[in-house]
């Protein structure tokens, strides 16, 4: 099969800045079949490829995108899931950039330029102009072999020979999602139990419609109830339940725990209580969990004006953005490094910059200013309905130093000395403050037996993800801290694999 | 799967539930809270458990219909499930070894006091109940606390249920009247509206006598993952749904606490006058 040369990707179809900053739809739009084999004729093959190595749970890439060129989107799906649980989910999320796409051949080459008709640019001296190639879009190409088999396989309602033993996961994010899926493949009697009202994690109540449909993550979650998967939601476990009550009493013979990190950080800066001050996790919560864009919804937002976020994650990226298709004119993201050290996914920060998204970096907030003027009280002539509202947020300039610990450049703050406009007062009426989280400290304190290190995390021997109480294991955001979903989803596959080989040996 | 298996209007405003909930009544404890949801897509409401039958498998919730969550949580009556209903949260309350406790209840309030009053009274604790209502009309559970305490001091704003007068002045009469005395409280608990705890507060604080607070901000999950709940407690940030709902009074940051429970106050009103016009309309 003849390859496709072009040095450069095929562009993602999506929803116009202009326009999809006031709706939730899904931002990009997907690819074609034509576009998809087109891309994936991009792709050399290679025989070590660089891809495989950088994606977290190695799929293998270059196999499923043959499959791809040659139209066989079913075929390429079989073999995306057998290393991916959740390749709708992850084809959207992952940031490619620094895993498979980042290694991938096509990215290192440079290649001559050509125009519309194919022939070579020059330059003036006769010789072709080079460009730098990009990375086959692998992420892209995930989504669309996993969209097609959505939209045209049939339900299966798979057969499986149950085993008898008892499991329960605990937590219903992208790690838990995983683990259950594999154990009930190999026939075992999985339970999830989960704090919230419904199931998915981060995919339900963190990322936003726009950039990860519901009703993709709630097929999954269908998909493991047609397995057998029981999900109990409304369970918290270590109040409604404990762990060493599933395991003496309802006969669960090995727990996985997938939790999460969902404690929020704040800020500990002054008036960080004030009306208007919202964790990154409240205020997503509110709009994508309990449905708050939704005018007939039951649970209120505040529709802001002038919205600043803290911080520069993917977190961030998503409190930005949300605030604008609410109806914000003006928001503002507010972080301590540069736009290099951004550590959100590339095209988060490209989508949100073509939204309107003013960045303000090198920046560190000091102060939030509240409203004080006139009287509290509706019943006081002076009544003002705003006190107590955020009106605007102290911030001081940082310069960059040497790199610290995380190997990113070391803010440090610049004093009113070096320039007398370093501290100064942006104003707004909504912060939003997604400086990161934590994972909750409810298990460890309710389960005897279970460590954690100095961050809170589960301590889990790297092998097998064993915790340190015989039969418990874990995995996900709620052993590395905050990371990402398709490093949850691997933590998931291996601690199942681990659970399998537990139970096997007993 | 949560059955309501009795409704009861304790007054024109406030009613109890007995919910089936089996797993929640076998972990129950003073102090700690569920939330429920009504229906699918309702909002998610806080609740103190009033009591627990752990044989019985249900709880019991006593809630008054101020918001549009409430008025709709109303609609449904015995033998209707709830949507969701998880629990308990929240540290229970430290009663063990105190042995002379006012317990003050304002108005509402008085639903989340009267289960501390009935635990202290079975630990054989003095138990002295302070209730205030604004009339005689909106008074519950008045056998309730008679039973559960020593002694039960009344009071309304206007006088016509026991003395009038606010709470604070129960109070502090009746720490008066047992200063020097062996039976001098050795604790203060007062749930209420903010504005009586901060002057609960006051009052046991001009006495030196220890009082906890139990504080209801505005809640989302309830396990610590929103932080919508936090409130300024000696000067550091503090999640109601998982440090508390209990407070050291003395640390408590009331003024801002009673901020930020005003954070969706217009958009409350006008969701409950939609909802109050819908079941006008519905009759
Ligand atoms: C807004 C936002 C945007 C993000 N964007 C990206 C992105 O673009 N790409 C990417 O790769 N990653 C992203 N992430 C990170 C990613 O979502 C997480 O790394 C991933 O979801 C972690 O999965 P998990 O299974 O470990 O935990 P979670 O998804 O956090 O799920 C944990 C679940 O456990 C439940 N739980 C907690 N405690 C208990 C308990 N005691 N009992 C029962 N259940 C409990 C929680 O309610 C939750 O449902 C984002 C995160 C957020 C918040
Ligand atoms: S490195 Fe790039 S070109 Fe090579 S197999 Fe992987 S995706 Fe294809
Ligand atoms: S209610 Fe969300 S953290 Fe307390």
Redesign the pocket.
Known sequence: MAFNMRPTKNPMPTQAPEIRKHNFDEVAIGYTQEMAIDEAKRCLNCKNPGCVPGCPVHINIPAFIAKVAEGEFEAAYQIISESSSLPAV?G????QETQCEEHCIRALQKLPKKDENGAMIKDENGKPVMVQGEAVGIGRLERFVADYHREHAAVAVPEIQKNGHKVAV?????????CAYDLAKWGYDVTI????HV??????????EF??PKAIVQNEIEGLKRMGVKIMTN??????ISIDELMEQEGFEACFV?????LPRFLGIPGENAKGVYS??EF?TRVNLMKAYQNDSSTPIQHAHNVIVVGG???A???LRTPLRLGAEHVTCVYRRSKEELP??KE?IEHAEEEGVVFDLLRNPVKILEDRTGSPSPRSPEYNPNYGNVIGMKVQKQKLGEPDASGRRRPIPVTVEEDPDAIYTIPCDCVII?IG?SP?P??KD?TPGIETNKHGCLIVNEENNETTKDGVFA??????G????????G??RKAAKSIHEYIQAK | MFKIVKKEVLNPTIVRLVVEAPYVAKKAKPGQFIILRAYQDSERLPFTIAGEDPEQGTVTIIYQIVGAGTLELNQLNEGDELSDFVGPLGRPSELEGLKHVAIVGGGAGCAIAYPLAHKLHELNADVCSIAGFRNKDLVILEKEFEEASQKFIKMSDDGTWGEQGFVTVGLENEILARQGKENQFDEVIAIGPIIMMKNVVAVAKKYNIPCIVSMNPIMI?G?G?CGCCRLLVGGKLKFACVDGPDFDGYEVDFDSAAERNTMYRDWERTKYEEGCNLLKEAK
């Open positions: 992850c959207r999320v992952c940031p605990l937590g219903s994010g992208p790690s838990g999602l995983a139990f989960e704090a919230l199931a998915g994690g981060v995919l339900m109540y963190g990322i936003p950039r990860l369970m918290v476990v270590g109040r409604v997938g939790t999460g990190a969902g990154a996790n997503l994650g993917n977190v990226m998503d409190a959100a996914r988060e997604a989280t909750n409810l298990i309710t995995g996900g955001d709620a052993v590395t905050a990371a990402t979903v398709i490093l949850a989803m933590a998931g | 999950d396990t993952m």
